[in-house]
């Protein structure tokens, strides 16, 4: 594989939090331009950490990375702020639908293009492009954001990141405590933003199901260390994995695939 092709490389990654506590040791993934790639565990299983160790934010939490290394587009994103990183392309959307509730769901996703100090007319035209992405935002664009559902909330948040014009979009648990049609329109419209623009996407989810079945790529962490990684369609198939480490049921006889353990 072609090292221009990968626009985020994270290797060996291991992190503390207050020099003591360890999230991670032994994180590592690849993700290619244009690719969607998952990244499952169990609650605990370091996911949060994961994400916030890409985005930079862990020095922000008493968080620190003591080994290996985490590479943007190139850049080693330690040596980066995080709204540099934004500026760059590399924008994340934490979990917990963080919406500023007393403004209007438009002016939310404004914020966002203001962020990256986008003209009035680069920030109407990008609103319209968010809009058709998710038509309810537009049916919502006046409501304050605090007023609307959880779902609502979601999309907010996602449209407000894409106003940024990323790069690579960092979702952490965007399925939480949405009702599963709410789910699958949120990652059917991931997916299509993906095939249409060529956004590369990593995200964090519990709900491996629904994460299998739209992303490109996967790969399980277990108490903070990356134990598998492969195709997601491939990993979708195998049942004795999905029970073992995402605690799913499993039927038995699962098929053989070309997922590789990590090292």
Same mark, same amino acid.
């Given at each position: ?24 040791? &032994?994180? =590592?993934?690849?993700? /290619? *331009?244009? $690719? #969607?790639? !998952?990244? %499952?565990?169990?609650?605990? +299983? ?66 966002? &293009?203001? =962020?990256?100090?986008? /003209? *009035?007319? $680069? #920030?109407? !035209?990008? %609103?319209?492009?968010?809009? +058709? ?131």
């Amino acid at each position: 594989m072609h090292n221009d092709d990968i626009i985020l490389a994270v290797d060996a990654v291991h992190a503390t939090y207050n020099h003591a506590i360890t999230a991670l040791h &032994g994180v =590592g993934f690849q993700i /290619r *331009r244009g $690719e #969607i790639l !998952a990244l %499952l565990g169990a609650n605990g +299983a370091g996911k949060t950490t994961t994400l916030k160790a890409v985005s930079n934010l862990l020095p922000a939490e008493r968080g620190q990375v003591n080994a290996g290394s985490i590479r943007y587009d190139g850049s080693d994103v330690s040596r980066r702020a995080p709204g540099d990183l934004v500026r760059a392309g590399l924008v994340p959307v934490l979990e917990g639908r963080h919406c500023f509730k007393s403004l209007s769901v438009e002016d939310n996703l404004v914020a966002g &293009g203001i =962020g990256r100090s986008g /003209r *009035r007319a $680069e #920030i109407n !035209a990008d %609103l319209e492009r968010i809009y +058709a992405y998710f038509p309810r935002l537009k049916e919502k664009r006046r409501t304050l954001s605090g007023l609307t559902s959880g779902g609502e909330q979601q999309m907010t948040a996602i449209g407000r990141a894409l106003m940024s014009r990323p790069r690579l979009l960092v979702l952490d648990e965007p399925s939480m405590g949405l009702a599963p049609l709410i789910v699958q329109d949120i990652f059917q419209t991931l997916k299509k933003l993906n095939r249409d623009t060529g956004l590369s996407i990593l995200v964090a989810e519990q709900n491996s199901a629904v994460a299998l079945k739209y992303a490109d790529q996967a790969t399980v962490l277990e108490n903070g260390v990356s134990v598998l990684s492969g195709a997601a369609a491939d990993l979708r198939q195998r049942e004795d994995i999905r029970a073992f480490y995402l605690g799913q049921e499993a039927s038995p006889a699962p098929r053989s695939t070309h997922l590789h353990a990590v090292a």
